[in-house]
């Protein structure tokens, strides 16, 4: 959403003065779901002859938590096959693609996994520690 000044641009003539809306600013979709709620604001003419344009971000909804691995899973007898099987999912493309599509499939399995066998390990464990 524009705000502020209505003209980006001047000719600086005190007679015969021409204001134009020249410049903007451009977003694409995944940006303005990532920061809704941002908003641009331009600011007045100093010693240019366009608007200084700032963009206020909108902070961030959520943020993604990197992933970690736990080495028990890999002591659980349904880790592995679990893990195999998601990697032999077939995937087309560039081996770059291909490599990343792998692995977010890994990954959502484990997440999943560790969700079903190993959910609020940390409540648990201290539920133990505490009687």
Known sequence: ???????????RRSNNTILKKLDRVLVN????CKFTGSRNFFLPFSISYHSPILVKMASLLKREIPFK??????????FLPLISEAWCKEVTSTPMFILCNKLKNVKGVVKE????????????MLE????
């Open 1 to 11: 959403m524009d705000m502020g000044s209505k003209f980006s641009w001047t000719n």
């Open 69 to 78: 691995f736990f080495d028990f899973w890999a002591n659980h007898s349904l």
């Open 113 to 124: 996994f560790n969700q079903k066998y190993f959910g609020k390990i940390s409540e648990r």
């Open 29 to 32: 979709v995944k940006w303005n």
């Open 128 to 131: 133990v520690l505490v009687n």
